[in-house]
């Protein structure tokens, strides 16, 4: 007995500390993410310079997500920054007397192609104020340079190298994985949808001759504006460029400084004295390098007193899906009720409707797009499409007043699918389970992802989809003033970036969101007399930290475990919402 009371109060003891070490570990969490969350002022010196080095994913918004990147092993966060608050800092960098120039220091963006694009011209507008751009890397990848090649000076370490080989896209096929499964992916596409390859990965194990078609010209697209730019900032013609990429020819310092890549291969403390040198500091005194989160809370003097008029940002950002949204999906009523709450506000004015899509549920998409043809009729609306806006993003957007995009916004893919796993042999063959069915009528088990479609269901299917689709290209045509058979010859389902996107009449102009912001104030007449408000509104911290608290960290503890091949986890999750009618991008497809 005295055994049983000692183990049992070795027992007790021990998960008393347990608790009690918890405890203080989730009280040291909360304590870093307040201190995080905090609104500390900065200050800034003199002749600062700011140091721009981002290792976190940038998204269009900034994240108010307490847990959203955060390491648990490390009790700091790797939170996504915004695009917004990025060109915002930029501008104030301008601006600020205080701020000599910009010192970017990264071997890579973790952005997508239009983002950086957005980011790069902005870049180019503080160029404009006569301060100094110098970049710096151990190493620079591909879309990094694309962003160093605007600056003043490039440098690179004696040891680096410049990866510079053009651009890939890259598909993930799951038809064999499916097949070894016994399971069937019943797939009905439009009218001759043959370019809408979202489905290529459930059907085929190799990409279609349609789908290559359309990638080699969106590819070529791009790299096309990726090349120009750099030929224009560092004198090197188009042809000795793309010598250079198929070549290989940067995997050396010497090398990248022979082709005119950069103006140095140097040691890290080499350039931070000659960031001493333009600033005027001494070799034996520090320089001040203000980083990106910290200038975020550096304030600047406010000359103007609150301004009542209203922009209304509304970010859509992630894939389609019916219902409620959160930060990795656009949900349809969560997107409509803050187009709808930004129309209903009497200081709202003008709308930017911010989209980062490859689109999604079909019907979904059409719950949001009514709302921005009820709010087009109240204000003007303004569509600003991020590194996607295509299918389901596209259909979103089309009754917007005015389209913005950047050349290389992946865009178009106007084109629908339907899909119906067949699950029958996988249950009956790997699992040894048999279903029956005890039916009213013929089409009972219509839809039933136990048993095929009969040939009947199908064309039933077919029909549906023939419909959703003809109506897709009917509201092309009357928002953007085409012919609708025009749209339906540049439509079924293919893709196109925002070069060719003008050029068909898709988008009106080349523009990142700022241009979008400044359009519609033109628009609404407002001139300069504006503030800026963002919805769909954002959580207040408690809120957020309780949910958290009840399940949802689990993907953020998993995003952060698997870091760069978390991509591939979400293209698994991404197959479990294929179902039923989707407008949808080619979204297992990777550029790099």
């Known amino acids: 007995m005295k055994q049983f009371f000692k183990f049992m109060f070795a027992s007790f003891a021990g998960t008393i500390l347990t608790l009690i070490v918890i405890f203080l570990m989730f009280a040291g969490m909360i304590a870093s993410l307040v201190a995080m969350s905090g609104d500390k002022e900065v200050k800034i010196k003199e002749h600062s310079i700011l140091h721009i080095s981002w290792n976190t994913e940038i998204n269009d918004r900034s994240s108010e997500n307490p847990f959203e990147g955060f390491d648990f092993a490390t009790m ?3 939170k996504p920054i915004g695009l917004y608050g990025i060109l915002q800092n930029i501008d104030k960098a301008a601006k600020d007397s205080r701020i000599d ?10 952005a997508g192609m239009a983002t950086t694009e957005e980011i790069r011209n902005k870049l180019l507008e503080f160029k404009e104020s006569g301060k100094f751009i110098v970049s710096y890397a151990n190493g620079y990848d591909q879309k990094a340079y694309y962003l160093a090649s605007l600056a003043d000076e490039i440098y690179l370490n004696t040891e680096g190298s410049v990866l510079f080989k053009g651009l890939q896209a890259q598909l993930m096929f799951f038809k064999g994985m499916l097949d070894k499964l016994d399971i069937d992916m019943q797939i009905v596409r439009g009218p001759n949808n043959k370019y809408k390859s979202a489905v290529e990965p459930l059907m085929l194990e190799h990409v279609s001759k349609a789908n290559r078609e359309q990638l080699e010209e969106l590819l070529n697209s791009i790299w096309g504006k990726f090349i120009t730019a750099i030929s224009e900032n560092r004198g090197i013609s188009i042809e000795e460029l793309t010598m250079i990429a198929n070549k290989l020819e940067l995997s050396t310092a010497e090398k990248a400084l022979e082709y005119k890549f950069i103006d140095g291969a140097v040691y890290r403390d080499e350039v931070i004295a000659m960031l001493k040198e333009k600033t005027g500091i001494k070799e034996d005194e520090k320089l001040d390098l203000v980083s990106y989160g910290k200038y975020t809370s550096a304030k600047v003097k406010e000359t103007e007193g609150l301004k009542r008029d209203k922009i209304a940002i509304v970010f859509a950002e992630g894939s389609i899906v019916q219902g409620k949204g959160d930060g990795t999906n656009i949900g349809s009523e969560t997107t409509a ?12 004015k003008a709308i930017v409707f911010r989209v980062n899509s490859g689109g999604g549920d079909a019907l979904a998409s059409e719950v949001i797009r009514r709302e921005v043809e009820l709010a087009s009729k109240d204000m003007p609306v303004i569509v600003s499409m991020g590194n996607l806006a295509a299918s389901g993003g596209y259909w979103i957007s089309t009754s917007a007043d005015y389209i913005f995009a950047q050349p290389t916004t992946i865009t178009g893919s106007i084109g629908v699918f339907g899909i119906i796993p067949n699950l029958e042999g996988f ?3 790997k699992l040894g389970i048999n279903v029956d069915n005890i039916m009213t009528n ?8 136990m048993k095929p479609l009969s040939p009947y269901q199908h064309a039933k299917l077919d029909e549906v989809i023939s419909k959703i689709y003809t109506d897709f290209t009917e509201l092309v045509a009357t928002s953007r003033h085409l012919d609708v058979t025009y749209v339906d010859s540049i439509a079924k389902g ?21 241009d979008a912001i400044a359009y519609a104030a033109e628009k609404a007449e407002l001139g300069d007399n504006y503030r800026i408000v963002t919805y769909p509104q954002q959580k207040e911290f408690i809120e957020q930290l309780m949910e958290e608290l009840t399940g949802q960290a689990s993907q953020t503890i ?3 475990e698997l870091g760069e091949y978390y991509k591939y986890y ?8 294929m179902k039923g009618v989707q407008a949808r991008l080619p979204f297992f497809m990777e550029i790099n």
């Open 76 to 78: 700091k966060s790797k």
């Open 101 to 110: 120039g910009i010192f970017l220091d990264m071997e890579s963006i973790p």
């Open 337 to 348: 009720e803050a187009i709808s709450k930004a129309r209903k506000n009497e200081k709202v």
């Open 427 to 429: 249950f009956n063959k």
């Open 442 to 449: 013929e089409n009972s088990n219509f839809i039933d992802v």
């Open 494 to 514: 293919r893709v196109w970036s925002g070069v060719d996107a003008l050029e068909l009449g898709l988008i009106d102009s080349f523009g990142g969101i700022e």
């Open 558 to 560: 998993v995003k952060n």
């Open 570 to 577: 979400q293209n698994i999750q991404t197959l479990k919402e």
